[in-house]
């Protein structure tokens, strides 16, 4: 069974930071790309941002360009995205996956970011 599980969501306010982590089994995470997923109330979910299995390249969505870094410890099978300067559009359900995304999803870890 596929899993995923995020963590290190939180309330925070605009300009803040977080650090999410996404643990996922190795035969989910070795060898694969992955990216952080968000899905704010009544939109679709969306790619954030994505990193090579070798952890060499990354790519972002615009609209966290320079705000966000995602990483990965491969002898940990984990993935981590530090989000910096948050804003209220920021506020999400934010989830990791291989990209593409596999058919099973984790539960998420919300992210509120609120004055």
């Known amino acids: 069974q596929v899993q995923f599980v995020e963590s290190g969501g939180g309330l925070v306010q605009p300009g803040g930071s977080l650090r999410l982590s996404c643990g996922a089994s190795g035969r989910i995470f070795s060898g694969y790309v992955m990216g952080w997923y968000r899905q704010a109330p009544g939109k679709q979910r969306e790619l954030v941002a994505r990193?090579?299995?070798?952890?060499?390249?990354?790519n972002y969505a615009d609209s966290v360009k320079g705000r966000f870094t995602i990483s990965r410890d491969n002898a940990k099978n984990m993935a981590y995205l530090q989000m910096n300067s948050l804003k209220s559009d920021d506020t999400a359900v934010y989830y990791c996956?291989?990209?593409?995304?596999?058919?099973?999803w984790g539960q998420g870890t919300q992210v509120t970011v609120s004055s």
């Open positions: 990193i090579s299995s070798g952890g060499s390249t990354t």
């Open positions: 996956n291989n990209y593409p995304a596999l058919r099973d």
